[in-house]
């Protein structure tokens, strides 16, 4: 399992480390950051088979406590990014209550509904300022020492942030616990019969998914030096939905794949008179048609057809993939 | 201490409705502690849906259950896991995609205190493996420790599945029909097991091959449509006319 993961994470992280000398950083630091919300909601869709679709709500208030911890308390960006990582977290810990417990089109349609209702307080509430956002950040210094001013540093403090996320996310799915959420997944029933109480396990998978994407949203308003209420939309939520499922369900690096596709394309489209909508439907329509198992989980197949293999009939990929398509 | 006379697990006026149809209407079950009980009776009788009751996967509709003197008529599922009352499925219940070790681990995982680690890499599951492969020994699986378990054979699903009830250690055992869909071998195989089980254990079993009820069981209760037929040992069910015409008699499910 991890050595599977050993060659495409370096990899990836080599290019991630040379790629400033071809695109602008703060492009970079836009998909590094829609890639760490992707995971986020895929550790949830991916791991539990828990499809949120009202993740912006936590992706939107990252951005909006680090705005405000940034731009009016002066707190250290490091600290500021752990504020938004916090409040992020304990609006999971709420919402996941109140979600965990519905199945299926349920719970979509809870934290819908949840996610709406946090919009609508953060167009009413003074500190958000309303469409105009929050404006006026001034990062400082990571840690006392980066300076954030400069883009390339700003750059890798946010891919190092990222992957030591990343790093977090791999080390949750892969503990003890990630093993009882594999088995939740598989049959609940069973899980039961065992003793395990399967609301408190999708509740902490939950927090942590929200603590995760109050990250993204805090390295986003943090680099970007702006939070607006674009962030929590329900557009945004439905943008992650898109992004993990053009990457691919059930693989580690799926998200990554899906987020840099899309975030790539979008910033293509904008620069294009193409109308942006449009295209990216159509992309999002033949992908989920030419590989079921998105993008990075086709490619993992193809190179695992190529190498002796396991099982494939009902892996966990396309028994995620199935319960979506259901 | 559960004394011989109160039953360890006891059902008073049971009953289940669905939409105006009674599953299981007005029951009475007692079963002492260290017994094995077997519940028979003709398909569609209701022996599943009292499993579902007593282990508390439905809410009745009436009536209340005890088990060791604690009232669980209302209590959460995985609750009354915990309490020692473990249950395996009808339909084989197994983790598919995991291997049958792993199946084994997850049932070890909680009463070791490792279900919540989260912080640290799976490794810190491999103490429990010595135990896991003596279960797996235990019901002739120790070949199978890396294979996927939905890959598995039907009689070995059910073996792996009573392997990973017994690994919570219960107290009492609900068995649905252990041996339904095995081969003559493996009936004996699972025979000699419960029996091994029952030796420090409570047991409840539904199955229909009565040469295992016979072999196994102190006490039988026969259901029919939702209610109790009559309740004895082997030769007094047997001499029941009225089991003979509901059930035994007839074409009797074996
Ligand atoms: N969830 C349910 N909804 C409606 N009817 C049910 C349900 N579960 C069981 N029944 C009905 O209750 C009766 C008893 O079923 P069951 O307990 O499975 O019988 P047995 O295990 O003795 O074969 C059957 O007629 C069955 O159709
Ligand atoms: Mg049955």
């Given at each position: 399992?991890?050595?599977?993961h050993?060659?495409?994470?370096?990899?990836?992280?080599?290019?991630?480390?040379?790629?400033?000398?071809?695109?602008?950083?703060?492009?970079?630091?836009?998909?590094?950051?829609?890639?760490?919300?992707?995971?986020?909601?895929?550790?949830?869709?991916?791991?539990?088979?828990?499809?949120?679709f009202?993740?912006?709500?936590?992706?939107?208030?990252?951005?909006?406590?680090?705005?405000?911890a940034?731009?009016?308390?002066?707190?250290?960006?490091?600290?500021?990014?752990?504020?938004?990582?916090?409040?992020?977290?304990?609006?999971?810990?709420?919402?996941?209550?109140?979600?965990?417990?519905?199945?299926?089109?349920?719970?979509?349609?809870?934290?819908?509904?949840?996610?709406?209702?946090?919009?609508?307080?953060?167009?009413?509430?003074?500190?958000?300022?309303?469409?105009?956002?929050?404006?006026?950040?001034?990062p400082?210094?990571?840690?006392?020492?980066?300076?954030?001013?400069?883009?390339?540093?700003?750059?890798?403090?946010?891919?190092?942030?990222?992957?030591?996320?990343?790093?977090?996310?791999?080390?949750?799915?892969?503990?003890?616990?990630?093993?009882?959420?594999?088995?939740?997944?598989?049959?609940?029933?069973?899980?039961?019969?065992l003793?395990?109480?399967p609301?408190?396990?999708?509740?902490?998978a939950?927090?942590?998914?929200?603590?995760?994407?109050?990250?993204?949203?805090?390295?986003?308003?943090?680099?970007?030096?702006?939070?607006?209420?674009?962030?929590?939309?329900?557009?945004?939520?439905?943008?992650?939905?898109?992004?993990?499922?053009?990457?691919?369900i059930?693989?580690?690096?799926?998200?990554?794949?899906?987020?840099?596709?899309?975030?790539?394309l979008?910033?293509?489209?904008?620069?294009?008179a193409?109308?942006?909508?449009?295209?990216?439907?159509?992309?999002?329509?033949?992908?989920?048609?030419?590989?079921?198992?998105?993008?990075?989980?086709?490619?993992?197949?193809?190179?695992?057809?190529?190498?002796?293999?396991?099982?494939?009939?009902?892996?966990?990929?396309?028994?995620?993939?199935?319960?979506i398509?259901? | 201490?559960?004394?011989?006379?109160?039953?360890?697990?006891?059902?008073?006026?049971?009953?289940?409705?669905?939409?105006?149809?009674?599953?299981?209407?007005?029951?009475?079950?007692?079963?002492?502690?260290?017994?094995?009980?077997?519940?028979?009776?003709?398909?569609?009788?209701?022996?599943?849906?009292?499993?579902?009751?007593?282990?508390?996967?439905?809410?009745?509709?009436?009536?209340?259950?005890?088990?060791?003197?604690?009232?669980?008529?209302?209590?959460?599922?995985?609750?009354?896991?915990?309490?020692?009352?473990?249950?395996?499925?009808?339909?084989?219940?197994?983790?598919?995609?995991?291997?049958?070790?792993?199946?084994?681990?997850?049932?070890?995982?909680?009463?070791?205190?490792?279900?919540?680690?989260?912080?640290?890499?799976?490794?810190?599951?491999?103490?429990?493996?010595?135990?896991?492969?003596?279960?797996?020994?235990?019901?002739?699986?120790?070949?199978?420790?890396?294979?996927?378990?939905?890959?598995?054979?039907?009689?070995?699903?059910?073996?792996?599945?009573?392997?990973?009830?017994?690994?919570?250690?219960?107290?009492?055992?609900?068995?649905?029909?252990?041996?339904?869909?095995m081969?003559?071998?493996?009936v004996?195989?699972?025979?000699?097991?419960?029996r091994?089980?029952?030796?420090?254990?409570?047991?409840?079993?539904?199955?229909?091959?009565?040469?295992?009820?016979?072999?196994?069981?102190?006490?039988?209760?026969?259901?029919?449509?939702?209610?109790?037929?009559?309740?004895?040992?082997?030769?007094?069910?047997?001499?029941?006319?009225?089991?003979?015409?509901?059930?035994?008699?007839?074409?009797?499910?074996?």
């Amino acid at each position: 399992m991890l050595r599977s993961h050993v060659l495409p994470v370096l990899a990836l992280l080599v290019l991630l480390c040379i790629a400033p000398l071809v695109f602008y950083p703060i492009f970079l630091i836009k998909l590094l950051c829609f890639a760490l919300f992707a995971a986020a909601f895929h550790l949830l869709l991916g791991y539990v088979g828990l499809l949120s679709f009202g993740h912006a709500a936590f992706f939107g208030t990252g951005a909006y406590m680090c705005a405000q911890a940034l731009a009016r308390w002066n707190l250290a960006p490091e600290l500021a990014l752990l504020f938004a990582v916090a409040v992020s977290a304990a609006l999971g810990a709420v919402i996941g209550f109140l979600a965990v417990r519905r199945q299926g089109i349920y719970f979509a349609m809870i934290t819908l509904a949840l996610g709406q209702m946090v919009y609508f307080i953060y167009l009413q509430a003074p500190f958000t300022g309303g469409e105009d956002g929050i404006r006026g950040i001034t990062p400082g210094h990571f840690l006392g020492v980066v300076d954030l001013s400069n883009p390339l540093a700003l750059y890798f403090t946010v891919l190092a942030v990222t992957t030591l996320a990343f790093a977090l996310v791999w080390r949750i799915v892969q503990s003890p616990f990630g093993m009882i959420l594999e088995a939740i997944r598989e049959n609940e029933p069973r899980a039961i019969s065992l003793g395990y109480n399967p609301t408190l396990y999708k509740l902490a998978a939950f927090t942590f998914s929200a603590a995760l994407a109050g990250l993204a949203g805090g390295l986003k308003a943090m680099s970007f030096q702006i939070a607006t209420l674009v962030d929590v939309t329900w557009q945004m939520s439905g943008e992650v939905v898109l992004m993990t499922l053009v990457g691919g369900i059930g693989t580690f690096l799926g998200p990554v794949v899906g987020a840099f596709i899309i975030g790539g394309l979008e910033q293509y489209l904008a620069q294009s008179a193409l109308p942006a909508p449009v295209i990216l439907g159509a992309a999002f329509i033949l992908c989920v048609m030419l590989f079921r198992k998105g993008v990075a989980g086709t490619a993992k197949s193809l190179l695992q057809n190529r190498a002796p293999k396991r099982s494939t009939p009902d892996n966990p990929e396309t028994q995620a993939t199935n319960r979506i398509v259901k | 201490m559960t004394s011989s006379q109160t039953a360890f697990l006891q059902a008073r006026g049971l009953t289940r409705e669905f939409r105006g149809f009674y599953a299981v209407k007005d029951l009475d079950l007692d079963i002492r502690a260290g017994q094995v009980h077997a519940l028979i009776g003709p398909n569609g009788a209701g022996k599943t849906t009292v499993f579902n009751l007593l282990t508390r996967v439905l809410d009745c509709t009436e009536g209340q259950i005890r088990f060791d003197g604690e009232d669980i008529t209302r209590m959460a599922t995985h609750r009354v896991a915990r309490l020692g009352l473990v249950r395996s499925f009808q339909i084989s219940s197994v983790f598919p995609a995991l291997s049958v070790l792993e199946n084994i681990r997850v049932a070890l995982q909680r009463p070791n205190g490792l279900g919540m680690t989260w912080w640290r890499s799976r490794s810190a599951l491999d103490r429990l493996d010595e135990r896991a492969h003596a279960l797996l020994l235990d019901v002739q699986l120790g070949d199978f420790a890396h294979s996927r378990a939905g890959d598995l054979p039907y009689g070995r699903k059910r073996a792996l599945e009573i392997a990973t009830t017994l690994a919570l250690e219960p107290r009492m055992l609900l068995l649905d029909e252990p041996m339904a869909g095995m081969g003559t071998e493996d009936v004996v195989h699972v025979t000699e097991l419960v029996r091994r089980v029952a030796r420090s254990r409570t047991v409840l079993m539904v199955e229909h091959n009565l040469k295992a009820v016979a072999e196994l069981s102190d006490r039988i209760t026969v259901l029919a449509r939702g209610e109790k037929l009559a309740e004895g040992t082997y030769d007094e069910i047997r001499a029941d006319a009225e089991v003979r015409r509901a059930y035994l008699g007839g074409t009797a499910h074996a």
